[in-house]
């Protein structure tokens, strides 16, 4: 549509809704107002116009007190300004620039809500959506409305939120699955069936753990792009920190690099990350380096030797937990050597993040630490056990020497009534 027939278009809505106006109240001079542009709309027959001045009863901003024409009018208050006009269905690029209006702006959000940022809108110019819209003009690229639904949008910690945690994925799905949009601009549309298969997915989806990484933990939200060759190993590390610190002081960190590989994706993939066990190592040996090593060369053994370390701490741990479960089920006091047993979650964790070394003796280091942890529990154990025994050889002894005694006791009683009998 032209700037012309768009601008006709704003006066001829601005007329109208002006006269809708005048008939509704009978008064000559009164400009219309939100609450003219909700009555009208509720009255509608067409679900099309009438649904938005419904939903957004409950929309935030509502709440907050702003009407209809704060988004749609142009001067920034809640009634018409006949200079301005009136904005009926903003186009695409001109949305960023209307919600801008107020959201980039510092002193006047400050008024209502101080900790809220203010850079959203640069940001999105930024990220490949934003990018999209600017240099092609998009038609169907995301713009603030397509995360943020018009007329109904509610705060991110709202569970019914588009931006909640857990609706992140069908957020960006609605586009990013769909093979008709992605098609044309050679993307892939399997991210959500894959990430919906993750160990990610899975704690998110399956198990309610709203703090497992979405769409926006990876790619950014406002400013969202796929993360760069450099940045993937930091955007890994905002939460896998430990490992990400073991993975420097590797020598794959710059030969990753060098060889234009990025980072943690290359061992673990991206949106189909699958959990991690002692019984993959080997596995992985196979698979993951052999892209790069011989199986038969030192390195390439490296991941069979790390498997074989920390199974010796495995095998370990369950030997130790077993001695003093029998000593808890004889009834032996154990529950601190238990407790001290529950430190082994710690070493264990970075016992298998050591493994981003790629070597096995860090791994060894930590693994050795954890067996010592073992060895005293089981010790606790043993003694416990000990103890046990020597109390029930202790109270054996006793019943047998009570048993004598009432025995012997019982012997002197016949001996004496034998004796009153004789005489």
């Not at 997915?201 to 926006?216: F, I, K, T, W, Y």
């Not at 980072?263 to 991206?270: E, L, Q």
């Not at 993959?280 to 380096?289: D, K, N, P, S, Y």
């Not at 710690?346 to 096995?360: D, L, Y």
Request: net charge negative.
């Amino acid at each position: 549509m032209s700037a012309v027939s768009r601008r006709a278009l704003s006066r001829l809505g601005l007329a109208a809704l002006f006269l809708c106006a005048l008939a509704a109240r009978g008064e000559a001079q009164t400009l219309p107002n939100s609450n003219d542009c909700r009555d009208c709309h509720l009255s509608l027959q067409d679900d099309r116009l009438s649904q938005p001045a419904r939903s957004y009863e409950g929309d935030v901003h509502a709440e907050t007190g702003f009407g209809c024409l704060a988004c749609h009018g142009t001067g920034g208050t809640d009634h018409l300004d006949p200079a301005g006009g009136f904005l009926s269905a903003p186009e695409r690029r001109e949305i960023p620039a209307m919600c801008g209006r107020c959201h980039s702006d510092a002193a006047y959000m400050r008024q209502f809500n101080p900790s809220l940022r203010v850079d959203q809108v640069a940001e999105y110019w930024t990220s490949r959506h934003g990018q999209l819209l600017e240099q092609n003009d998009d038609p169907d690229v995301a713009t603030c409305i397509d995360c943020h639904p018009a007329h109904r949008i509610r705060p991110p910690d709202d569970p019914t939120s588009t931006v909640h945690p857990s609706n992140i994925v069908t957020t960006c799905g609605r586009c990013h699955s769909d093979p008709a949009i992605m098609a044309a601009r050679g993307i892939p549309t399997d991210q959500v069936a894959e990430y919906t298969t993750s160990v990610h997915g899975r704690l998110l989806l399956e198990e309610g753990d709203v703090s497992a990484p979405v769409c926006n933990d990876c790619h950014g939200n406002h400013g969202a792009a796929p993360p760069g060759l450099a940045s993937v190993r930091n955007v890994c590390g905002q939460c896998h920190t430990v490992m990400a610190d073991y993975f420097d002081q590797s020598a794959h960190e710059q030969i990753f690099e060098e060889a234009g590989l990025p980072g943690c994706v290359t061992c673990h993939g991206n949106h189909a990350i699958q959990p991690v066990s002692d019984a993959l190592l080997g596995e992985r040996a196979q698979t993951v380096c052999a892209t790069c090593h011989e199986p038969a060369d030192t390195l390439g053994q490296e991941f069979l030797r790390i498997a074989a370390v920390l199974d010796t701490l495995t095998q370990a741990e369950a030997h130790s937990r077993a001695v003093l479960e029998e000593a808890e089920n004889a009834g032996m006091e154990v529950s601190q050597a238990l407790f001290d047993l529950d430190d082994l979650k710690n070493v264990e964790t970075r016992a298998r993040s050591a493994i981003h070394t790629f070597h096995v003796e860090p791994v060894r280091t930590e693994v050795t630490a954890g067996l010592e942890i073992t060895a005293r529990a089981e010790a606790r154990g043993d003694e416990a056990l000990v103890d046990h025994r020597n109390r029930r050889i202790g109270l054996g002894a006793s019943a047998f020497i009570i048993l004598l005694l009432i025995v012997g006791l019982l012997m002197k009683i016949r001996e004496l009534e034998r004796a009153e009998e004789t005489t």
